[in-house]
């Protein structure tokens, strides 16, 4: 009986906190180009020499650096989606077309061993930069990386209280173990060997067992090695161009003449449907440019899909309507560092591909309305043909934009974001 209590209590709680948390503007999850802290705009072939330092940092850390580089998608995780992040996984989305973050040409780790054995060169320990610099010459690189690292590792056993199903305090005792690591950075420039960059990061990782549990605690290089994930995707970051997560918090519209196609749009978004979205919040801002808010929905738009020039512009107008609007200014700042990041890309010869509205795709043009009452059913077509396949049947008096109109078929935008076609005698 208590344990029912018990769960009851805490659905209560729950629902409490979610009747107390106030409603806000539609949010959206996507990735975008996070611009780099040091950009490299004359390195196109870059190499890392194995770091220095503790022997389970070292090798571990250099071949981390090494795939990060590699990586195509560098930062576009998965998302947990749901409460608290217990509903389904989510794959990691982003609307930026034509974008790899493998910007640099990586020298293989065997062709560096190579020459460092065949020049006599110590393949462990410290390396300096004119050493490391005569490397990169011989292997034909614009920059080349060096570092050390190390960790260290320290084991807790505190104790803690907890309250059993049966409303009883229990003492537990604790394991908990944390490793931290730590490692620094320098980029060389092959020519000069001077310092183009250097960084530094510390990273504690940690597991926390208790009672029974504590067999199961971490070991030290599981824990070192997520301390090591972590400093290595800095440490890449800090110089390349990857992917970050962003939050949209959408403004609200509003204004009656186009509440409905803000809706529509929100609706466009929530499917991840950016490309019917897009069109919609300029139509909108175009409805009313005196909107801070129409010119901030469709600066987040243009953000998006990484059209960094007009998201600036869009932000301009914004913050110049409402000065005092932090999230505005912030939103400004943030878009300028990608707008230089765009033209970093395109100096090294990495652009992305520009985002180009469809002029078939206005959304506030010609509608139409399914023939019948809602309890009918019309049949929407895969082609322009009767015997074509049926892709769904939707209810009478339903409205649609027509995207485009061939003969007696009007090629229409479903609300799940598929398209297909309607007959002139099923509409009205």
């Known amino acids: 009986m208590k344990t029912k209590t018990n769960f009851r209590l805490i659905i209560t709680a729950?629902?409490?906190?979610?009747?107390?948390?106030?409603?806000?503007?539609?949010?959206?999850?996507?990735?975008?180009?996070?611009?780099?802290?040091?950009?490299?705009?004359?390195?196109?072939?870059?190499?890392?020499?194995?770091?220095?330092?503790?022997?389970?940092?070292?090798?571990?850390?250099?071949d981390l650096i090494i795939a990060d580089l590699l990586n195509e998608q560098r930062g576009i995780e998965d998302l947990k989606s749901g409460f608290m992040g217990m509903g389904k996984t989510i794959t990691g989305t982003t609307y930026v077309k034509g974008y790899?973050?493998?910007?640099?040409?990586?020298?293989?780790?065997?062709?560096?061993?190579?020459?460092?054995?065949?020049?006599?060169?110590?393949?462990?320990?410290?390396?300096?930069?004119?050493?490391?610099?005569e490397v990169g010459k011989l292997l034909g690189l614009n920059a080349i990386i060096?570092?050390?690292?190390?960790?260290?590792?320290?084991?807790?056993?505190?104790?803690?209280?907890?309250?059993?199903?049966?409303?009883?305090?229990?003492?537990?005792?604790?394991?908990?173990?944390?490793?931290?690591?730590?490692?620094?950075?320098?980029?060389?420039?092959?020519?000069?060997?001077?310092i183009l960059g250097t960084e530094t990061a510390r990273v504690p990782v940690s597991d926390k067992k208790c009672g029974d549990e504590r067999s199961s605690i971490a070991s030290e290089d599981v824990l070192l090695n997520a301390a090591l994930q972590s400093i290595a995707r800095r440490f890449v970051d800090y110089f390349t161009p990857g992917y970050e997560l962003m939050r949209f918090e959408l403004e609200k519209i509003?204004?009656?003449?186009?509440?409905?196609?803000?809706?529509?749009?929100?609706?466009?978004?929530?499917?991840?449907?950016?490309?019917r979205a897009l069109p919609l919040f300029q139509a909108i801002y175009q409805a009313d440019s005196y909107n801070p808010k129409a010119a901030y929905n469709l600066a987040a738009a243009f953000e998006m899909v990484g059209s960094y020039n007009e998201a600036v512009q869009y932000y301009s107008i914004a913050s110049n309507l409402e000065p005092n609007n932090t999230t505005y200014s912030a939103a400004l700042t943030r878009a300028k560092a990608g707008a230089a990041t765009i033209a970093f890309l395109e100096q090294i010869?990495?652009?992305?591909q520009a985002y180009e509205m469809n002029a078939t795709s206005n959304l506030m043009a010609k509608k139409i309305k399914a023939k019948g009452k809602s309890s009918d059913r019309v049949q929407v077509?895969?082609?322009p043909a009767k015997n074509a396949q049926i892709i769904g049947r939707v209810p009478g008096g339903l409205e649609f934009h027509v995207v485009e109109q061939k003969g007696e078929w009007f090629?229409?935008?479903?609300?799940?974001?598929?398209?297909?076609?309607l007959h002139k005698s099923d509409i009205n």
């Open 349 to 352: 010869g990495r652009p992305i």
């Open 100 to 133: 790899k973050t493998d910007v640099f040409t990586v020298v293989e780790r065997s062709q560096i061993d190579q020459v460092l054995k065949e020049q006599r060169f110590s393949l462990s320990g410290a390396i300096d930069e004119n050493t490391a610099a």
């Open 14 to 62: 729950l629902l409490i906190w979610a009747m107390s948390v106030p409603l806000q503007a539609q949010r959206v999850d996507c990735y975008v180009i996070k611009a780099p802290v040091k950009k490299l705009d004359q390195v196109k072939k870059i190499g890392v020499l194995n770091f220095s330092g503790h022997w389970k940092v070292a090798n571990t850390l250099t």
């Open 254 to 275: 509003k204004l009656k003449d186009v509440r409905k196609q803000a809706d529509e749009a929100s609706g466009y978004i929530e499917n991840g449907n950016i490309d």
């Open 411 to 421: 090629r229409i935008q479903l609300p799940d974001g598929k398209e297909g076609f």
């Open 381 to 383: 077509y895969e082609l």
């Open 146 to 194: 060096i570092g050390d690292g190390n960790y260290d590792r320290n084991d807790e056993y505190p104790k803690t209280t907890t309250i059993g199903l049966d409303g009883k305090t229990k003492e537990l005792h604790c394991h908990q173990r944390t490793v931290t690591a730590q490692a620094t950075i320098k980029i060389i420039d092959v020519q000069t060997a001077v």
